[in-house]
């Protein structure tokens, strides 16, 4: 993880892009069909199918390598390959599929007939193959090879029975970073309402009103397990101070910030006060919330809050995004690895689950209480920022309460997923 | 589908009617603020950061606001005047007060003086070029993965509202290589980044990267590409020398013909190439209540309040009867004039090799 200076900039410090021991990924089974979050501890495995492999060919590699389960005398193994191949015969699917246009008119599934007969090759000839040491694409080529009605299909639907077929014998995994982009990406896919529904594009729109960059000393309520805070923290590179602040005794649970790679210089500024800590011995009590105002006939919404009295209110000029969603029936299975689809099995047990107890090294762990300097810091400066993501919370009270602690013209944004709660 | 609410509240400050007593704490904040120091529009420096005790200044850079589909950049400057439909603001009225305040005009009218940020940036920048919006910008730097330390380039500069952008993601140990082939606006912007103290970020230079592609002192060093060019294939071959391994690139164009012909050119070196299109839906709201007409229960009418000030406490309702019963209730409804189509934004990563 050194960074290089190249060209007078600092890379890869804060923005490795080769995986190491220990370190969190994101593993993307046959092209999103499975999103897997895991840890690459060297005991780690991956199971794919019925085969179980180990991960320790993918420590030391790019993040964006390719893998495909392979099988060899000790079992499966994971095999690195080039990309190149598989585009190459995507684009040769393109252009023949131009010359051959008039050819496919006539193709249609007239003669085709569900009696599993199509196919020459039986599974304990595929079984020989495989123990013959013959490659995931080799076995699929000669399922084409043996498949009567293969010549006869469209090329689109060539290419389908042909990546069914890879999904199947020859699986590929694509070794991901970890970051916003891909983890919210995953949760939305997996477990949304683990984070409360909020898409990647929400989530954006959220960082970019409340003016998050580096420096920034940002407010959040983040009930959204901990995506949030990793999301700011990552925009903050470092430096700043994300403070998660919570209502009542327990703080929230920020296990998916555990997932982002942090250095432990992020993971230093993502702090916790409770909001009593937070208004503690303040003379900030009695200015209440703020005053809202229409000037606008057109009738944007006020907000009243106490009067204040005192010296001035902060104000912010500023904006509220919410999203509104129907709700989603969601089958949250306690299976901690995203993305059980139908055919696979749980996944194998070490290094797969994330925020395993297994984990032995490198505690990740975000979320230490703020430290009185801090609060006392915040105090007299005020925030520059606050982000309240809290799905289950009536949020027009708690931001009341919260403003006053920002800093004069500081911008907020509020994500809720029903509309009414504003 | 789910859909995004948009609204825009504006916050009262201090009251002019602050009695002298209430304003005695902002008078003794004065004599702390020694030097003029401009506001950047980064807080970058930790001196200039935005707070309780940092006020407007001689010389910073201050975004007017009247609504919120009206304002305006100024640099405030001693001895000038502002003058809008509201009356004549004077700058010195302003200088000492914290950002977010409101301020009287000559004839009572009233502003807000707002701190700037790259999204106010966005809606008051001289448009010279199309430019693109909050919604799209946010989206892509969220999907190209910047990160302060990243160095990312931008073709073509146009008016500078996404390079604005960039640069706060980046900052303060990264750098944005913007690059745009009109010398004249390429000049403008960057007038525009010295004025917002974001020069030491940004780097423009004058070049045509279709005709030319990227200056090769820049191959493999770069995390994130944007293209917003009428022909961007004829810049991607000369984009994927300059990523790193696993880096994004994104391709911004308005017509379908163009996506297609980009995503043709990223199948060589490319992979999870995605297209999207990013809208954004804002909603106004009105407070209405619903009140049972009188004596007769089988309907209920809904009435606006459109008054400014809206007491949530008890109110004579006027033209009711008592037994009318009224439920505050919140409306919201699409704005009549939502922004429609930019354009679709095209994603892909470098392959490794």
């Given amino acids: 993880m050194a960074g290089e200076l190249v060209g007078g900039h600092q890379t890869s410090s804060v923005n490795p892009r080769i995986t190491w021991e220990g370190c969190s990924v994101l593993l993307d089974i046959n092209d999103g069909d499975r999103l897997v979050f895991a840890r690459l501890s060297p005991a780690a495995t991956l199971k794919i199918g019925d085969k179980k492999c180990s991960l320790r060919p993918l420590i030391g590699c790019p993040f964006g390598s390719l893998f495909r389960v392979e099988t060899g005398p000790n079992g499966p193994y994971l095999e690195r390959c080039v990309h190149s191949s598989s585009s190459g015969a995507n684009d040769m699917g393109v252009q023949e599929g131009g010359d051959r246009q008039l050819e496919s008119e006539s193709k249609d599934n007239r003669a085709l007939i569900d009696n599993n007969s199509a196919q020459n090759l039986s599974s304990e000839d595929i079984d020989a193959m495989r123990r013959d040491g013959a490659t995931g694409d080799e076995i699929v080529e000669a399922l084409i090879a043996n498949s009567s009605t293969y010549e006869n299909k469209t090329v689109f639907s060539q290419e389908k029975y042909k990546r069914r077929k890879q999904k199947k014998y020859a699986p590929k995994v694509l070794l991901r970073r970890p970051f916003t982009r891909s983890i919210c990406e995953a949760y939305f896919k997996k477990y949304p309402n683990r984070i409360g529904f909020l898409r990647i594009d929400t989530l954006s729109l959220l960082l970019s009103f409340a003016n998050i960059s580096a420096y920034s000393d940002v407010l959040l309520v983040d009930m959204v397990g901990g995506l949030l805070t990793g999301a700011v923290a990552e925009r903050l590179g470092g430096t700043g101070y994300v403070c998660n602040t919570y209502f009542g005794g327990t703080s929230h649970s920020l296990d998916i910030a555990r997932i982002f790679n942090f250095s432990s210089e992020f993971d230093s500024r993502i702090v916790q006060a409770s909001y009593s800590h937070l208004c503690s011995a303040e003379s900030l009590d009695e200015e209440g919330s703020k005053m809202h105002e229409i000037d606008h006939p057109a009738g944007i919404q006020s907000i009243i809050g106490r009067e204040s009295s005192t010296k001035c209110v902060p104000s912010t000029g500023s904006t509220q995004i919410q999203e509104a969603q129907s709700l989603r029936n969601d089958n949250s299975s306690l299976d901690e690895e995203l993305g059980n689809t139908k055919e696979n099995l749980s996944s194998g047990q070490e290094g797969l689950h994330e925020n395993n107890a297994t984990i032995t090294y490198k505690a990740v762990n975000p979320g230490k209480q703020a430290s009185p300097d801090a609060i006392k810091m915040w105090k007299e400066k005020g925030f520059n920022s606050l982000i309240v993501a809290a799905p289950e919370l009536e949020v027009d009270s708690i931001v009341q309460k919260l403003i006053p602690l920002l800093s004069y013209s500081a911008p907020f944004a509020i994500y809720h997923q029903f509309l009414q709660v504003i | 589908m789910p859909y995004l609410l948009f609204l825009c509240t504006e916050a009262a400050t201090s009251s002019f009617s602050l009695s002298s007593a209430q304003q005695h704490p902002i008078e003794i904040y004065l004599g702390v603020l020694l030097k003029s120091v401009t506001v950047s529009m980064l807080s970058i420096d930790p001196s200039k950061k935005n707070s309780f005790q940092r006020f407007i200044s001689d010389g ?94 931008e073709s073509g500069t146009g008016s500078g509202s996404l390079t604005t952008s960039l640069a706060r993601a980046v900052a303060p140990s990264g750098h944005v290589h913007t690059f745009d082939f009109h010398e004249q606006r390429a000049g403008l912007a960057r007038d525009d980044f010295e004025r917002n103290g974001l020069s030491n970020l940004v780097t423009v230079a004058v070049r045509d990267i279709q005709g030319e592609g990227f200056p090769d002192e820049f191959q493999g060093i770069i995390d994130s590409v944007f293209l917003d060019l009428p022909q961007p294939w004829l810049a991607i071959p000369s984009a994927a020398r300059m990523l790193k391994q696993d880096g994004v690139i994104c391709s911004f164009s308005p017509c379908i013909e163009q996506v297609q012909r980009s995503c043709e050119a990223l199948r060589s070196n490319f992979t999870d190439v995605r297209t999207f299109e990013v809208l954004l839906r804002t909603y106004e709201i009105q407070e209405g209540r619903i009140q049972s007409s009188d004596g007769d229960e089988s309907y209920r009418r809904i009435t606006h309040t459109r008054r400014k000030r809206q007491c949530i406490s008890s109110e004579d309702n006027g033209e009711n009867t008592d037994k009318a019963t009224s439920i505050p209730t919140v409306m919201a409804r699409p704005c009549q004039e939502a922004r429609g189509h930019t354009g679709y934004l095209t994603f892909a990563r470098l392959n490794c090799q």
Wanted: glycine share 8%; proline share 4%.
């Fill in chain 2, 60 to 153: 910073d850079l201050v975004i007017v606001y009247e609504r919120h589909d009206n304002m305006k950049a100024v640099k405030v400057k001693k001895g000038s005047e502002l003058q809008n439909r509201f009356g004549v603001f004077k700058h010195s009225d302003w200088i000492g007060k914290p950002f977010g305040s409101k301020v009287l005009s000559s004839k009572g009218g009233f502003v807000y003086i707002l701190a700037p940020t790259p999204e106010l940036w966005t809606l008051v920048l001289s448009h010279r070029t199309q430019i693109l919006y909050i919604a799209d910008i946010s989206f892509v730097i969220s999907y190209l993965e910047i990160v302060p330390g990243c160095v990312v380039l």
